[in-house]
């Protein structure tokens, strides 16, 4: 009975699926710290331990220096994104008006040109369509620009809120550092954990993996973005670039979410050189994570592009803006433990 029960894959696999889903929505935001450590002394607990031996300075104090420096890396990329972007806002919210007016020109344009080639009277459609242009642009200006202004505390507690957990996830990441040998060999001595650590081993290895990958992509494209659109002359093209960069991190669409809107905006605008380089520099950025993702991460696991999207899809219901991430991670854990599960059972045969 219980022999039949462990080779139901189907059942084992629901069964995966399920604590998978409960560890990611109530066990990781408690845990969350500790996991970020167990992450971080992954991807450089060699580098640590290859310090460590040419200077014998113990590894708790080396993983606090590796924090201060990327933390001083955060904290300084983090300040230039504010600084630019309220250097823009003011003059982004100023222009408000002068797109408003470009939109009615090309509506004006669009509709003549229906007319011109149908025959038929486009001024209904053309003054239907401008004020609901109008009524968009007031709401943005009396509501959104206002609401995002105005939400300082709520910022402020946002701030005070990450510093707490950016506290926690140090000394987490300092007191593991000091032993981290002597759990990992406590851990391994027993055949039902060692099992459970190697999953937990081949899991944050490919995350520690896809992060830095992911971080490095994102520097070369979202400073090529910013370089090229800034060169061109594109309106807010550093901003517009830096974004880009950013979301150049989400799978299939990327970088295509902010250029080609981008591009299109050019289009209505007349900038035809400038349309060209926003398409140009789409294709160039896709081109490049293509090519550099393959070198940089290796083996994809098995891991078909879209489960990946189904993956991003599935953790947007679940677990809302986050299940950006929470979802291909989910999607790994499961592949991982049932990758383990299947080696169990090649065991349990060949025991046979």
Request: some cysteine; charged content about 15%.
């Amino acid at each position: 009975m219980g022999k039949g029960w462990i080779n139901n894959k189907y059942m084992i696999l629901l069964l995966i699926v399920g604590a998978v889903y409960f560890f990611l929505k109530y066990l990781s935001p408690l845990v969350a710290p500790l996991l970020i450590a167990v992450l971080f002394l992954t991807m450089f607990y060699p580098t640590l331990d290859d310090i460590q031996k040419r200077t014998h300075i113990k590894k708790q104090f080396l993983a606090v220096i590796f924090i201060l420096f990327f933390g001083i890396l955060i904290a300084v990329g983090t300040w230039i994104i504010i600084t630019v972007f309220m250097q823009y806002v003011p003059t982004f919210a100023g222009g408000v008006e002068d797109v408003q007016m470009q939109l009615h020109v090309w509506i004006k344009d669009c509709c003549k040109g229906v007319e011109d080639l149908l025959g038929i009277e486009a001024v209904y459609i053309e003054n239907l369509i401008i004020e609901k242009v109008d009524l968009l642009v007031e709401d943005f200006q009396g509501q959104v620009l206002p609401q995002l202004l105005n939400h300082s505390w709520s910022y402020a507690r946002s701030i005070l809120s990450m510093g707490g957990f950016i506290g926690i996830t140090v000394i987490a990441t300092v007191m593991l550092a000091k032993d981290y040998d002597e759990i990992l060999d406590k851990v391994a001595a027993d055949t039902g954990s060692r099992m459970i650590l190697e999953v937990v081993v081949r899991v944050i290895k490919y995350i520690a993996t896809f992060v830095k990958a992911q971080l490095f992509i994102m520097l070369i494209i979202g400073s090529l973005a910013m370089l090229v659109l800034g060169v061109f002359g594109v309106d807010y093209g550093v901003v517009w670039g830096l974004v880009a960069g950013v979301l150049d991190v989400l799978p299939f669409i990327g970088t295509g979410i902010v250029l080609i809107p981008l591009s299109l905006w050019e289009l209505i605008q007349g900038n035809y050189l400038q349309m060209t380089v926003c398409l140009i520099l789409y294709i160039a950025c896709v081109l490049i994570r293509e090519f550099l993702e393959p070198r940089l991460i290796g083996t994809k696991e098995g891991i078909y592009p879209v489960a990946i999207l189904v993956s991003v899809y599935a953790g947007l219901k679940l677990f809302g803006v986050a299940g950006i991430f929470l979802g291909p991670l989910g999607l790994v854990i499961i592949q991982q433990v049932y990758k383990a599960y299947r080696n169990y059972l090649d065991v349990l045969q060949d025991m046979d």
